[in-house]
């Protein structure tokens, strides 16, 4: 081993920038810290080629001092700290000062920027860690800080990178969080020329959370809070009807700041025990506020995590704001209204109204929709229910091969006997089996025979698909949106036609038969959550249509579009359900893995009422 020595400087930047400068992420996330910082009242980003290429934050915010431009990209020089004591007492999101010198040893950097009492402004440009002159230059008031081509002299880290569009969907959600997190701030998003976010101040965080996600997603949430001797959360959750399949919807913010948290993410999914599927994800949108000496945000260079004085107070604190507000609240689901002949779900653009206040329609501009959601669809009568969604057709009545009832007279039955099932609860059905009493959840039972019946048509190239008459139209999140491009050719496969309607909006144009009167929107919903949870590994393949992806599309579809937990049957479509389940294989349980039914031996029967 060599003597020791002092690292050189730029060694000293490019180790640093290893530590905060993953990704363009990452450089989204440290320039918009800075930009809040500066008190802006609207901030610009733009990205081009998912942020490889070009990232550029523009703020109205304080400016930069000319003199002070060479000491903002110099490693640990800050306007936000004075002496060790602040650390204590952070109240800023940027305040380590390594941000713009880690970033500039390793992509080209030019800042612009003017103070409002500046009679111009002033240009420094960086490239990996080559300082040039500080040089006039009219610009506005603010900050203008552009990144280009990142990683470019540093072809190691570069080789890191993946494509465009996974590094677009991390820049995005980068922006999203930092968006949710300061509402009263306007923002902007653009890519590759296109906006895609264009995000007015807003005065409740409601606002803010359904310009993100849309109008739909944010009226159903419940508003939840609590405090605690100078601690409180505050926040929007979802019903438990709208859980999602992974964590994408579950964001914790601290004074401004987004974090991430297990403790409180598992007192979330506590407070949801018993009303939540297992397996499911709740949507939950919270904020807390902590006295800046309760919580450590310096604990990792990229101020990706933050630690609490005490946590399990902060989980009592969510727990119980969550458990309290639903024991106030009506959480069983509603039953959806029946569609009118011919009709695939409501019109399009029709948003859910807050908890406790009637449903509106919700008209739009493009006359394209304007018709469709003019109908009185949400008033009309109600006429005889139908089940949601097509039952298997009727067959002969099967038989249990082998099964004789014994009497206690010594009689015998005949050797046949047709299986009989009655519902209960509008969600279980009972029905005598061979061994006892056997229980089946009918919502379960449906998904597998259906997902097992979309299967086999896939299979063979005999899948019927609907073509909508009224396309339905959802707006999605820009992760989102890349997930539905990237596996179109998935869904197609599946019976799911999707075309891009402006934006991150899209519209479903066709459907599978076998889906029935379930809304095309509802279920892509539920099939983009779960092709989202999945690991990048697991999506390899031409296109991304691989069968693995083709199957997680039809379990989304077979779980939206089976009948419920509190649609009742009619006796036919009992009988018909019941038997059909052995036509398919696996029919003991659902594709998820959960029980379709549950046994109590005649055995068990004779004990619990002493005939043994």
Known sequence: MGRIHTLPMSVV????????????????????????????????????????????VVDDGAGIDAEDLPLAVSPHATSKLRVADDLERIGTLGFRGEALASISEVARVVIRSRTPTGEHGARLEVDSGVMGDVAPEGCPVGTTVEVHQLFSKVPARRAFLRAPSTE???????????????????????????????????????????DLFGTQLAERLIEVEASDDGISVHGLVGRPEDDMAGTRLQHLFVSGRP???????????????GVLLTGRQPIAFLRFEIPPDLVDVNVHPAKMEVRFRDPSRLYRLVLSALRTKFLTLDLRAPLTPPLEPGRSGPPPQATWPSVGEPRQPTGTADERWTAAAAEPWFNAPLPPWKPQTPLIQSRPAATLPGWEEDRDDGKAAAAERVERAVQMHDRYLVVESHEGIEVIDQHALHERVLYERLKGAIAAGSLEVQPLLIPERLDLAPAELEVVTEHAEALASAGLRVEPFGGSTVIVTAKPVLAGGTSAAEMLREVVDRLAALPPASTAGPGGATSMLVDEVLHGLACKAAIKAGDPLSQPEIDALVRDRRLVTDAHHCPHGRPTSLTLSRHELDRQFRRT
């Open 13 to 56: 930047n490019r180790i640093a920038a290893g530590e905060v400068v993953e990704r363009p992420a990452s450089v989204v996330k440290e320039l918009l810290e800075n930009a809040l910082d500066a008190g802006p009242s609207r901030i610009a980003v733009t990205l081009e080629q998912g942020g490889v290429g070009l990232v550029r």
């Open 168 to 210: 677009w969907s991390h820049a995005s959600e980068a922006f999203v969080r930092t968006a949710l997190a300061h509402p009263a701030v306007a923002m902007t998003l653009d890519h590759n020329g296109r906006r895609v976010h264009d995000l007015p101040v807003a005065e409740r965080w409601r606002t803010r959370i359904g």
């Open 259 to 273: 974090f991430r948290d297990r403790s409180i993410l598992h007192a979330v999914q506590e407070g949801y025990r």
